[in-house]
């Protein structure tokens, strides 16, 4: 298995534009997580979804970010407009319930808004 | 709330010799999951070590090994023989039973000097 597997490892965009992360799960993992890692709040979660369904955004910041999740191999983190703010490094990790817990993280996005 | 305290910033330990990183929790549930993850400069976050709460033996990999002291709310993580390659961060990370979200404390940053 190739892992969780993110999209870009790096971003760098203008303060107002949109940008979209993506994740690809692990094949057959029911849940999928956003994470983000800053230094000054550690890592934060942001959503997650079980079995594609969103259950848990009372992290996600503000308005400007959304995630979806169309199937049960894909999902996109969005922010729009971008602000400097912003700039952290994003990850995505997957786990399959029933199996001993724990999760699988991606190598991260990281992204710079300047 | 649910809440990870890892009270060492940073830490530094001579190759070869033996380091104990803290980490205490809060939690008013029985049954839950405690796990430990290194981020080298890699940015990668890659599972230690876990220790499932109703579990009365500490968990060990290789060189890994947990102190799970369940009255007390902690779960030291000790790395023996210490090498180069374990400088990284180490995030401690708790999950309740029936949940599948990772709560992380704030991270040590672990140096080994040769």
């Known amino acids: 298995d190739a892992g969780v597997i993110q999209s870009p490892r790096h971003e760098v965009t203008e303060m107002g534009q949109e940008v979209t992360l993506r994740c690809k799960p692990i094949s057959g993992h029911d849940y999928l997580f956003w994470y983000r890692q800053t230094m000054m709040r550690g890592l934060e979660l942001l959503i997650y979804f079980n079995n594609n369904v969103p259950i848990d955004d009372s992290g996600m910041p503000e308005d400007r970010f959304s995630a979806k999740m169309p199937n049960a191999s894909f999902s996109t983190l969005k922010i729009q407009p971008s602000e400097p703010r912003d700039s952290a490094v994003y990850f995505c990790a997957s786990c399959m319930v029933g199996i001993a817990p724990g999760y699988t993280f991606g190598s991260g996005t990281r992204l710079t808004v300047v | 709330a649910q809440t990870v305290t890892q009270s060492q910033p940073e830490m530094s330990v001579q190759e070869a010799e033996t380091v104990t990183l803290s980490c205490t929790y809060d939690t008013s549930e029985n049954n839950y999951y405690l796990f430990w993850y290194k981020q080298p400069p890699s940015r990668q976050m890659i599972l230690v070590i876990r220790?499932?709460?109703?579990?009365?033996q500490n968990a060990t990999e290789n060189r890994f090994s947990v102190n799970f002291q369940k009255a007390a709310k902690s779960f030291s993580l000790k790395i023996s023989d210490s090498q180069l390659g374990d400088t990284a961060m180490y995030f401690c990370?708790?999950?309740?039973?029936?949940?599948?979200?990772?709560?992380f404390g704030k991270g040590t940053k672990l140096t080994v000097n040769p």
């Open positions: 220790q499932e709460a109703y579990k009365q």
């Open positions: 990370a708790f999950t309740e039973g029936g949940s599948e979200k990772l709560v």
